[in-house]
């Protein structure tokens, strides 16, 4: 081999290791920076959009706005209120109108970053007309003819929760009623946070057993992922959770443990032992390609030049999905996931296609969405490898 | 007849074609029938017609997009499902003399 040769290929190997974290940074930093300035819009222009109809916006304080048309230029018999609650994939800000006597008149999101799918099956759901028409100021009124959507479960209890203080609002401020107290979350602790804590057990553990042990604590941990995570719950890690993390937008820990304990455990590993247990022993996704492999014998492997540039597609597909989603502040404009996709059956056409893809080869190759495509992978790899240096850091100082 | 009719015999004909073309076909591979193996092959030949019946239905029915959903999902199903079920087939195979 050519000494040119062998320098190109320390230097891939040098950027490989160091370039990616470090262009990730930049990048990270671009689009952070972008995205912020970018969403320092006014609320009285997205009201402006919502209702053209309006002259002028009369603010009242607390959010809450008068409307006056050219009808009724100096007297206002409708009023305006925003407010905002956290959805799946942020906040979620929504406005309301009631008229003079209370009465929503129309209600409608100007501000949102839900998983287009999931969102839309809220809308096809018909929420907003449920909410029309109910009295702000008589208790409980609001939320009586609501029901939770079916599988955008967050997104629609975030819609009512949001509805509900914006009500309050223009309850307090124009009616001089007691706005309602806004409620602390709850601690939540249920199956998924139990099982998910047990899964990282198992996988601390099993990675420090003989190996055919390991192997048997591996399969159970990963068909008990897919059932229990996958299929009951629908809780992989996804691009969504990090990008809101990177974007400022922290769900509250009390309602959100699970992605905590998730996030946490993953980072804990990556100090103590330097490893990935979440891709390897817990993935319910890669659960499922390897329940495929078993079915199909999975005997296929990737030649090795293509498996390394197959990488960098994964990891070009990570800093621009991450990237993007920073630009544009939308935890979930980026998330090309298939994980929904496959457990609660919700997706677009292309990812029912990818999905389909995704199944069949792993049929006759080990693992191809996560070799090849799952932008999880890198970032935890990341992880992993900032854990690694910052203990090198600490034992040289 | 009808050209239902006709559409129905020619099916008929054809399973018959094909479910007697796969034993000549097993014996080439080398692959000795018994009746868990060909009721497995039948139930995958069911199966095979039900993938493409769903979604025609659909199609007729006026529900485009449902039946393409409903393909995808069935042609994946029926894949994984051939492939496994071929597997379990072909298990100890010996090579044909013909």
């Given amino acids: 081999m050519g000494a040119r040769k062998l320098i190109a290929r320390f230097t891939l190997l040098r950027i490989n290791k160091i370039g990616f974290g470090l262009v990730m940074l930049v990048f990270v930093t671009i689009g952070l920076t972008v995205g912020a300035l970018r969403e320092g819009a006014n609320h009285t222009d997205f009201l402006r959009q919502a209702f053209p109809q309006v002259d002028r916006f009369k603010p009242l304080g607390n959010d809450v706005y008068s409307i006056h048309t050219s009808t009724s230029p100096k007297e206002s018999h409708r009023y305006t209120a925003w407010a905002a609650s956290d959805g799946y994939a942020g906040p979620l800000k929504v406005a309301l109108q009631t008229d003079s006597t209370g009465r929503i008149t129309r209600i409608l999101f100007i501000e949102q970053h839900e998983t287009p799918s999931y969102f839309q099956r809220v ?228 990812q029912f296609c990818l999905l389909a893809l995704v199944m069949i080869t792993a049929l006759f190759v080990p693992r191809p969405w996560c070799n090849t495509l799952c932008p999880i992978r890198p970032l935890i790899n990341l992880v992993r490898s900032l854990a690694t240096r910052l203990k090198m850091v600490f034992r040289r100082s | 007849m009808s050209a239902t009719a006709w559409i129905w015999f020619v099916m008929g004909a054809l399973s018959i074609v094909i479910l007697l073309s796969a034993h000549v076909w097993m014996q080439d591979f080398g692959i000795r029938m018994n009746w868990w193996k060909w009721t497995l092959m039948v139930i995958w030949y069911g199966f095979l017609n039900f993938t493409l019946a769903l979604p025609m239905t659909l199609v007729g029915e006026g529900e485009s997009f449902a039946a393409l959903r409903i393909f995808f999902l069935l042609v994946v199903v029926a894949v994984i499902l051939g492939v496994g079920f071929w597997r379990l087939i072909a298990a100890g195979r010996k090579p044909s003399s013909r």
């Fill in chain 1, 123 to 350: 809308q096809d759901q018909g929420l907003f007309e449920t909410l029309v028409g109910s009295n702000i100021l008589e208790s409980g009124t609001v939320s009586k003819n609501f029901d939770a959507v079916s599988g955008a479960t967050r997104t629609s209890t975030a819609f009512l929760d949001a509805a509900q203080k914006a009500g309050g609002k223009i309850a307090a401020t124009v009616f001089k009623r007691d706005a309602p107290q806004s409620q602390r979350p709850h601690l939540y602790i249920g199956i998924p946070e139990i099982i998910v804590l047990a899964l990282f057990a198992a996988a601390f553990a099993g990675m420090h057993t003989p190996s055919r042990m390991a192997r048997r604590i591996r399969w159970l941990s990963l068909l008990l992922g897919l059932l229990v995570l996958g299929f009951a719950f629908n809780r992989p890690l996804n691009l969504v959770f990090i990008n809101r993390l990177l974007m400022g937008y922290w769900p509250a820990w009390q309602s959100h443990l699970y992605w905590y304990l998730l996030a946490g455990a993953i980072i804990l590993v990556a100090f103590i032992n330097g490893r990935n247990p979440y891709c390897t022993w817990i993935c319910p996704f890669g659960a499922m390609q390897e329940c495929l492999g078993l079915v199909g014998g999975a005997k296929f492997r990737i030649p090795k030049r293509a498996h390394r540039s197959l990488q960098w597609l994964q990891k070009g597909l990570a800093l621009g999905a991450v990237t993007l989603g920073l630009f544009f502040r939308n935890p979930s404009l980026s998330s090309y996931e298939i994980f929904g996709t496959l457990f609660d059956f919700i997706g677009s056409a292309f």
